[in-house]
Nanobody, 122 residues
Framework: QVIVVESGGGLVQAGGSLRLSCEASGRTFSDYAVGWFRQAPAKEREFVGTISRGGGRTSYADSVKGRFTISRDNPKATAYLQMNDLKPEDTAVYYC???????????????WGLGTQITVSS
């Protein structure tokens, strides 16, 4: 069993930045890819980005490409989502997930955090 906990959410003005953290425990962190997803009110959960086990490969949704960056620190069992130039449409609950492969499909991830709220004001 893997326990995943997101932190770093909050309220920010448009154009601002936030960094989310995703801490994991229970299994070897470097055995898992990490994905970030988000869900806005009345919308389906959507892919934000993912990072491979070793951190050498990342991919992002078109909506965040160039603004968001995913990284990881395997010895600290923590992944990060750096979000710059935030827009009101980025407002959502952000989830961290861990799975065997760095994919953009939520179903490929086995372990999920409870999410952290990001609100971007205009």
């Amino acid at each position: 069993q893997v326990i995943v906990v997101e932190s770093g959410g909050g309220l920010v003005q448009a154009g601002g930045s936030l960094r989310l953290s995703c801490e994991a425990s229970g299994r070897t962190f470097s055995d898992y890819a990490v994905g970030w997803f988000r869900q806005a009110p009345a919308k389906e959960r959507e892919f934000v980005g993912t990072i491979s086990r070793g951190g050498g490969r990342t991919s992002y949704a078109d909506s965040v490409k160039g603004r968001f960056t995913i990284s990881r620190d395997n010895p600290k069992a923590t992944a990060y989502l750096q979000m710059n130039d935030l827009k009101p449409e980025d407002t959502a609950v952000y989830y961290c997930a861990m799975g065997w492969s760095a994919e953009n499909r939520a179903g490929t991830y086995d372990y999920w955090g409870l999410g952290t709220q990001i609100t971007v004001s205009s």
